[in-house]
């Protein structure tokens, strides 16, 4: 870890290359990638693991996602099934991590995986976080480039405002495309959805040529299976109200569709572009030192991972006694 000022590096030949550099000397990178920017540490090195959980101020029990560069990589690290080889010769490079039985000798530290025996794995598709992954050569662990439970980053601005000092350096490589983190699908059982993301369910199922089942409910316990799913998270500093028609006096208002507000998802109703811009939008509406009142968002395709994320970002925080 590092007390200077976070340097920002670009995705050119010699920004990867540092970039790679400070990843094999144990500092912590933040990247992006097509989901959100992550966090990045050499997975292998549980020094430069835990700096990630004390960057973040995140719970121990929460495991990490460990990206690689492609699916032979991941292969090293996991018990490989024909439904990950489905899911992953159609969706991978993309948003999609799989949580699969960790392979016997597979040299991880166990931070990553938060005590569980199975890791969560994805290859992603921006080539700038390709390029990363190749030019450093070994698994990468990285949670969203954020403080523990708050919005997420979809932009190195983000990154910065939120971990400051704390990392080495972050590569700029403008915003994410996807806006979302990735869909998490549990493969150490039954395929069952674990977090909702940038992938839609209906996609994975058509792909599987079967339902999934749905364990997306979190009850704020320390039963974790998957990076993402704590009851508080995604959270703005201030209050949010999900599924408002209007706002209440003295809150802004997050639109989605043609409507009055101060900010729209979506003027369009797109949710594609709705969900490349939630994050971004909580960041503008959070400045505002405001509570966030938000219209309701249909809950089919990429709206179950914006939903998901605003009933987080609305739940109660720890130590919060709620409403009175």
Not at 117 to 137: D, I, M, N, W, Y
Not at 237 to 265: I, Y
Request: aromatic share 4%.
């Amino acid at each position: 870890m590092t007390t200077s000022p976070s340097p920002t590096l670009y995705p050119d030949a010699e920004g990867i290359a540092q970039a790679a550099a400070l990843l094999r000397a144990g500092q912590l990178v933040a990247f992006p990638t097509e989901t959100v920017y992550g966090l990045g540490a050499d997975a292998c090195n549980g020094e430069a693991v835990a700096a990630i959980y004390a960057a973040k101020g995140r719970p121990s029990f929460n495991p990490l996602i460990v990206h690689l560069p492609s699916v032979q990589a991941a292969q090293r690290y996991v018990v490989w099934t024909d439904d990950a080889d489905r899911l992953a010769q159609a969706f991978w490079p993309g948003p999609l991590t799989l949580v699969l039985p960790l392979r016997e000798g597979h040299g991880l530290s166990s931070l990553v995986t938060a005590g569980l025996s199975t890791l969560a794995l994805r290859v992603p598709e921006k080539a700038s976080a390709q390029a990363l992954l190749e030019a450093f050569g070994a698994p990468v662990a990285a949670p969203s480039a954020n403080p523990s439970g708050k919005i997420s980053p979809t932009t190195a601005r983000h990154v910065l405002d939120g971990l400051g000092n704390k990392i080495a350096a972050v590569l700029d490589d403008g915003p994410c495309s996807v806006g979302v983190e990735s869909t998490i699908v549990g493969l150490d059982g039954a395929p069952a959805l674990l977090r909702a993301g940038g992938l839609p369910l209906e996609a994975l199922e058509a792909a599987l040529g079967a339902p999934l089942a749905l364990k997306t409910t979190p009850d704020g316990s320390t039963d974790i299976t998957a990076p993402g799913q704590l009851q508080s998270h995604y959270a703005p500093k201030a209050p949010l109200r999900m599924n408002a028609d209007a706002p209440r006096p003295g809150e802004v208002f997050l639109g989605f569709g043609p409507m009055a507000c101060d900010e729209t998802l979506s003027e369009s109703g797109d949710l594609h572009e709705a969900a490349a811009r939630l994050f971004d939008l909580l960041h503008k509406l959070d400045a505002r030192g405001q509570p966030i009142a938000v219209a309701p968002v249909p809950t089919h395709g990429l709206g179950r991972a914006i939903n998901d994320r605003l009933a987080r970002a609305a739940a109660p925080r720890p130590n919060d006694p709620g409403p009175t």
